[in-house]
């Protein structure tokens, strides 16, 4: 699975980024699959936003995001925690990127418009372990449903 990994990573997405890149990509996505299989009702809801996240985050082509996710899914089946996916967060963004991360996890459980009580856990724990504050918490969900943060 690794090698698999490192293969499309070194074949397909810019070659000129560092590993360190590469791994925060995987790792951003595989909690955001984290989030959409949490409640195991599969939308393709969930799955377009999720794409349309990581384009928007990261400028990949449609192919590199399908690679990505399909990656990132197979991470998440054989994950038996969220900590390998957490650590490479909090080694490779900063505040402001882990807080706009738990904003896109909150538009993936927003994506269906049925928010579930297991992605709102999943959610809260992935931000106690980023080192999320409670407050950017709130607001980076405020932000997801479209609301005045002020």
């Known amino acids: 699975m690794i090698d698999r990994i490192r293969e499309f990573f070194s074949s397909q997405v810019m070659l000129q980024q560092d590993d360190s890149e590469h791994q925060k990509r995987l790792a ?15 939308n393709d809801q969930e799955l ?3 794409q349309a ?5 990261f400028q990949l082509n ?5 690679q990505l996710v399909t990656l ?4 998440v089946n054989q994950a038996t925690s969220l900590y390998q996916f957490t650590r490479q ?3 490779h963004f900063d505040a402001t990127g882990k807080t706009q991360l738990i904003e896109n996890l909150w538009r993936v459980a927003f994506a269906d ?3 579930d009580k297991h992605e709102e856990a999943l959610i809260r724990r992935i931000a106690e372990l980023l080192y999320v504050s409670h407050k950017d918490f709130i607001q980076a969900k405020q932000r997801a449903l479209g609301k005045n943060t002020s």
Request: charged share 35%.
């Open 28 to 42: 951003a996505a595989a909690l955001m699959v984290e989030v959409m299989v949490i409640d195991r009702q599969l």
């Open 48 to 50: 377009l936003h999720i």
């Open 53 to 57: 996240l990581l384009e928007k985050q």
């Open 62 to 66: 449609h192919e590199e995001i399908e």
């Open 72 to 75: 990132a899914r197979e991470e």
């Open 89 to 91: 967060i909090n080694d």
């Open 113 to 115: 418009e049925v928010l």
